[in-house]
């Protein structure tokens, strides 16, 4: 199923030449099948379950002995489905190919089908598509394979049929010694259900998707009753490639964008046959991804939040396509159902705490297309564009400068995940990075200057495994790629300030990144992430020693958050307003997490705010001598000594929570009873344990209560049924807001969760001079 709802074919079919009898696995191919057939009986396999992680989704099966086995044990099979997530190999992140084993155990035969259909290659039913069978020979290590070809015969580049690409070919992949055919769907699984194979041989009249709907199909036996093992298994591999992925107004103008693994693998068949002998590799590093992730949300969350954050992370993944080359690699993002934006700033900002947890490079490759293209003087606003084209895949602009109006929201978002961007390349150790990723290299020769600061042409090898990934960042190099990024563009984030300057404390009538939820004026949340924005400024300006603007902009920021903190608290002081006017409302501050994750709150989260050295000696002066000139810092820049938003926001928030939680979670705000799930998860990192253990079971809940047959929704209701409010939001990549407890874990040096602390009453009672170091 695609995730609009809409079907893609995709069929597994069982067969025990044995009894003739014949199980349905996925997809629906018994609707193709006779009940009561002559040469073939159609049963059904016993269901055992699905097992997942981050890249991996297990199903499993079972399937009785026949009566000539009396005694044995079923067989099991187990389709296993493998999308890596890579963080140390950018590399084979790009490649847009899955993998299918099939496993089977037991001690008697059994033969498995498995055929796609032209739904994979358009959205339309009608379209006509073309075909072919490829042959490759060994290459190395990889074996000998088979390979499906299809796509429309006459593409239509950049355009979607409800959301569904129509370009691009379907790449589907087995071992050369399995049987192949093509054919009309019902001819084909009935053959197979007769006679467990298939013939070997191509239909060659092209026509529409569904007119007598033509099907690509491998079939494999696997005779298990004589064998020594009583397993084994079949590798296939999916891959759709698209050349070109976009068309991106760039500052060299409207350019057809090419797949980022074509610099490594000029022809499409060089790239299939790496994957696929590349199987080894890719499930050791996605693994290696996996179980860290287990661990650290385990550490962080429960086992709920283990598999929240496994099922959201593929889900942020599937949203982008990489794309440039090794000097100017690029990613870009699609706004998924909401309604198909490209490269849209308020849905990357949610996202941003995946893929600083991940892999910051990534994250770096999105925001690089929106810089360039507003440098490049095609975006008229003074504020920053909303996106990069009303639908994906065409970033073409919006030279009218009329995108969706929400400067506030995009100034603060760019500005805040410019500078985590920043802290994500600037840590002095190993134990000290953003991304425990950051840290693997596979090349340590350094001499490689690049002119871009975030470049690929430098991969190396780890552990035996080629195509990894540099270092990204630490250390004086870090601060070094990190003002080489920010030099050029050192204009348009003080641009965006300026904006901020002059209408965050008090914006105007505007939308926020909630745009389904209406206009509205004086947002408190909204402010308080202009403000943030510009007190995220005045670090970017100190890193590159600017102290005029690092100094106005801090004095900006600074007044702007004691103003903001009489506009925005209720009179009652219990918790923040929707908006200023607006008595009685509520909202969730989420803003609050960029003030945590920036390391804005350095009274428990910088290494700056441990005294001196203890001394021997009692000093003649009760008050420590300060040094002549500050010290230097791993950050490049001054260290913040005072907490920027005071602790008693952070409780009132977390108390007033705590008070308003519903069945299934936090809702948005006091208008209504939904909640969405990315900005709960920013709030809750934010809170008390108690309260952010209270938000995670609460949407656990409504994971395991609620019945859909959609991807991972981040708009629900909170009550009720839990079901989805109009707009429907399915399958959008703001889910990378669910990392948001585990990347606050490992920011700030590693200290962001101890930040924490005074939440659950550890540091006392806040006083005069609150927030001083």
Same mark, same amino acid.
């Given at each position: 199923?695609?995730?609009?709802?809409?079907?893609?074919?995709?069929?597994?079919?069982?067969?025990?030449?044995?009894?003739?009898?014949?199980?349905?696995?996925?997809?629906?191919?018994?609707?193709?099948?006779?009940?009561?057939?002559?040469?073939?009986?159609?049963?059904?396999?016993?269901?055992?379950?699905?097992?997942?992680?981050?890249?991996?989704?297990?199903?499993?099966?079972?399937?009785?002995?026949?009566?000539?086995?009396?005694?044995?044990?079923?067989?099991?099979?187990?389709?296993?489905?493998?999308?890596?997530?890579?963080?140390?190999?950018?590399?084979?992140?790009?490649?847009?190919?899955?993998?299918?084993?099939?496993?089977?155990?037991?001690?008697?035969?059994?033969?498995?089908?498995?055929d796609?259909?032209?739904?994979?290659?358009?959205?339309?039913?009608?379209?006509v598509?073309?075909?072919d069978?490829?042959?490759?020979?060994?290459?190395?290590?990889?074996?000998p394979?088979?390979?499906?070809?299809?796509?429309?015969?006459?593409?239509?580049?950049?355009?979607?049929?409800?959301?569904?690409?129509?370009?691009?070919?379907?790449?589907?992949?087995?071992?050369?010694?399995?049987?192949?055919?093509?054919?009309?769907?019902?001819?084909?699984?009935?053959?197979?259900?007769?006679?467990?194979?298939?013939?070997?041989?191509?239909?060659?009249?092209?026509?529409?998707?569904?007119?007598?709907?033509?099907?690509?199909?491998?079939?494999?036996?696997?005779?298990?009753?004589?064998?020594?093992?009583?397993?084994?298994?079949?590798?296939f591999?999916?891959?759709?490639?698209?050349?070109? $992925?976009?068309?991106?107004?760039?500052?060299?103008?409207?350019?057809?964008?090419?797949?980022?693994?074509?610099?490594?693998?000029?022809?499409?068949?060089?790239?299939?046959?790496?994957?696929?002998?590349?199987?080894?590799?890719?499930?050791?590093?996605?693994?290696?991804?996996?179980?860290?992730?287990?661990?650290?949300?385990?550490?962080?969350?429960?086992?709920?939040?283990?598999?929240?954050?496994?099922?959201?992370?593929?889900?942020?993944?599937?949203a982008?396509?990489?794309?440039?080359?090794?000097?100017?690699?690029?990613?870009?993002?699609?706004?998924?159902?909401?309604?198909?934006?490209?490269?849209?700033?308020?849905?990357?900002?949610?996202?941003?705490?995946?893929?600083?947890?991940?892999?910051?490079?990534?994250?770096?490759?999105?925001?690089?297309?929106?810089?360039?293209?507003?440098?490049?003087?095609?975006?008229?606003?003074?504020?920053?564009?909303?996106?990069?084209?009303?639908?994906?895949?065409?970033?073409?602009?919006?030279?009218?400068?009329?995108?969706?109006?929400?400067?506030?929201?995009?100034?603060?978002?760019?500005?805040?995940?410019?500078?985590?961007?920043?802290n994500?390349?600037?840590?002095?150790?190993?134990?000290?990075?953003?991304?425990?990723?950051?840290?693997?290299?596979?090349?340590?020769?350094?001499?490689?200057?690049?002119?871009?600061?975030?470049?690929?042409?430098?991969?190396?090898?780890?552990?035996?495994?080629?195509?990894?990934?540099?270092?990204?960042?630490?250390?004086?190099?870090g601060?070094?790629?990190?003002?080489?990024?920010?030099?050029?563009?050192?204009?348009?984030?003080?641009?965006?300030?300026?904006?901020?300057?002059?209408?965050?404390?008090?914006?105007?009538?505007?939308?926020?990144?909630?745009?389904?939820?209406?206009?509205?004026?004086?947002?408190?949340n909204?402010?308080?992430?202009?403000? $943030?924005?510009?007190?995220?400024?005045?670090?970017?300006?100190?890193?590159?020693?600017?102290?005029?603007?690092?100094?106005?902009?801090?004095?900006?920021?600074?007044?702007?958050?004691?103003?903001?903190?009489?506009?925005?608290?209720?009179?009652?002081?219990?918790?923040?307003?929707?908006?200023?006017?607006?008595?009685?409302?509520?909202?969730?501050?989420?803003?609050?997490?960029?003030?945590?994750v920036?390391?804005?709150?350095?009274?428990?989260?910088?290494?700056?705010?441990?005294?001196?050295?203890?001394?021997?000696?009692?000093?003649?002066?009760?008050?420590?001598?300060?040094p002549?000139?500050?010290?230097?810092h791993?950050?490049?820049r001054?260290?913040?000594?005072?907490?920027?938003?005071?602790?008693?926001?952070?409780?009132?928030?977390?108390?007033?929570?705590?008070?308003?939680?519903?069945?299934?979670?936090?809702?948005?705000?006091?208008?209504h009873?939904?909640?969405?799930?990315?900005?709960?998860?920013?709030?809750?990192?934010?809170?008390?344990?108690?309260?952010?253990?209270?938000i995670?079971?609460?949407?656990?809940?409504?994971?395991?209560?609620?019945?859909?047959?959609?991807?991972?929704?981040?708009?629900?209701?909170?009550?009720?049924?839990?079901?989805?409010?109009?707009?429907?939001?399915?399958?959008?990549?703001?889910?990378?807001?669910?990392?948001?407890?585990?990347?606050?874990?490992?920011?700030?040096?590693?200290?962001?969760?101890?930040?924490?602390?005074?939440?659950?009453?550890e540091?006392?009672?806040?006083?005069?001079?609150?927030?001083?170091?």
């Amino acid at each position: 199923m695609f995730w609009t709802g809409s079907e893609v074919g995709f069929s597994v079919l069982a067969s025990l030449p044995d009894t003739s009898q014949v199980y349905p696995l996925l997809g629906r191919p018994q609707d193709s099948l006779q009940s009561e057939a002559d040469d073939y009986t159609l049963s059904y396999p016993i269901y055992k379950g699905a097992k997942y992680d981050a890249s991996t989704t297990n199903l499993t099966y079972s399937l009785p002995p026949p009566k000539t086995f009396s005694g044995a044990d079923s067989l099991e099979i187990t389709l296993s489905f493998l999308s890596p997530v890579t963080p140390t190999s950018t590399l084979r992140q790009s490649i847009p190919a899955a993998y299918l084993t099939v496993y089977v155990e037991g001690s008697f035969d059994v033969n498995i089908y498995i055929d796609v259909n032209g739904q994979w290659v358009s959205g339309n039913r009608t379209s006509v598509i073309e075909w072919d069978l490829t042959q490759q020979e060994a290459v190395g290590t990889t074996k000998p394979l088979k390979t499906w070809k299809v796509k429309r015969q006459s593409e239509e580049l950049f355009a979607e049929t409800l959301d569904q690409a129509e370009w691009g070919q379907l790449h589907f992949t087995g071992p050369a010694d399995v049987h192949h055919e093509s054919g009309t769907s019902a001819l084909l699984r009935q053959r197979f259900s007769r006679t467990g194979t298939l013939q070997n041989e191509i239909d060659g009249s092209f026509r529409r998707i569904m007119d007598e709907e033509p099907v690509f199909a491998f079939s494999k036996a696997f005779n298990l009753a004589n064998s020594s093992t009583k397993s084994a298994s079949a590798l296939f591999t999916i891959t759709h490639i698209q050349d070109p $992925v976009v068309q991106y107004a760039s500052a060299r103008g409207l350019t057809y964008m090419r797949p980022l693994w074509k610099t490594w693998f000029p022809e499409d068949d060089n790239v299939v046959q790496f994957h696929y002998g590349d199987f080894q590799n890719a499930n050791i590093l996605a693994s290696n991804y996996s179980e860290q992730l287990r661990i650290d949300a385990y550490k962080s969350g429960s086992t709920n939040y283990v598999d929240i954050v496994a099922l959201s992370a593929r889900q942020a993944m599937g949203a982008t396509s990489f794309s440039g080359t090794e000097e100017n690699p690029l990613l870009f993002l699609k706004e998924i159902s909401s309604n198909g934006n490209s490269q849209t700033v308020d849905v990357i900002f949610p996202a941003f705490p995946f893929f600083l947890y991940t892999n910051p490079k990534w994250l770096a490759y999105l925001l690089e297309p929106l810089i360039e293209h507003q440098l490049s003087g095609q975006y008229p606003n003074k504020y920053s564009m909303h996106d990069l084209g009303a639908h994906f895949p065409n970033l073409t602009g919006h030279a009218d400068g009329r995108d969706e109006y929400m400067p506030v929201e995009e100034c603060g978002d760019m500005l805040i995940m410019g500078l985590a961007l920043v802290n994500s390349l600037t840590y002095s150790d190993d134990a000290e990075a953003g991304s425990i990723w950051s840290t693997v290299e596979g090349n340590k020769d350094y001499s490689i200057q690049n002119e871009k600061p975030f470049a690929m042409n430098n991969l190396g090898t780890h552990e035996g495994i080629e195509f990894i990934d540099e270092r990204w960042g630490g250390g004086a190099k870090g601060v070094d790629q990190a003002r080489k990024w920010l030099d050029g563009s050192y204009d348009l984030w003080k641009q965006w300030t300026g904006y901020l300057v002059e209408d965050s404390l008090e914006p105007h009538n505007q939308l926020s990144t909630d745009d389904f939820a209406g206009w509205l004026a004086l947002q408190t949340n909204l402010a308080l992430k202009g403000i $943030v924005g510009i007190k995220a400024f005045s670090e970017i300006a100190d890193l590159l020693d600017r102290p005029g603007d690092a100094e106005h902009y801090r004095n900006i920021s600074e007044t702007y958050i004691s103003k903001w903190q009489d506009f925005a608290v209720s009179r009652d002081g219990t918790h923040t307003k929707l908006a200023y006017n607006w008595y009685g409302s509520w909202t969730t501050l989420y803003s609050l997490y960029a003030d945590a994750v920036l390391c804005f709150h350095p009274s428990l989260t910088n290494e700056s705010s441990s005294t001196l050295p203890p001394s021997s000696f009692a000093p003649s002066n009760p008050q420590p001598q300060k040094p002549l000139a500050p010290r230097t810092h791993p950050s490049g820049r001054n260290p913040i000594t005072k907490n920027f938003i005071p602790h008693h926001i952070y409780t009132l928030q977390s108390d007033w929570y705590a008070t308003v939680m519903q069945k299934y979670g936090l809702p948005l705000d006091s208008r209504h009873l939904y909640a969405k799930s990315d900005w709960e998860f920013e709030a809750a990192a934010v809170a008390s344990k108690a309260v952010r253990s209270d938000i995670l079971d609460r949407v656990a809940l409504w994971l395991n209560d609620t019945v859909t047959d959609r991807p991972f929704t981040d708009l629900y209701v909170t009550e009720g049924d839990g079901g989805f409010p109009n707009p429907y939001f399915f399958a959008r990549p703001v889910v990378g807001a669910h990392f948001a407890f585990l990347t606050l874990e490992r920011a700030c040096g590693g200290r962001g969760g101890e930040g924490r602390a005074f939440l659950e009453g550890e540091d006392g009672e806040e006083g005069e001079g609150e927030g001083e170091v």
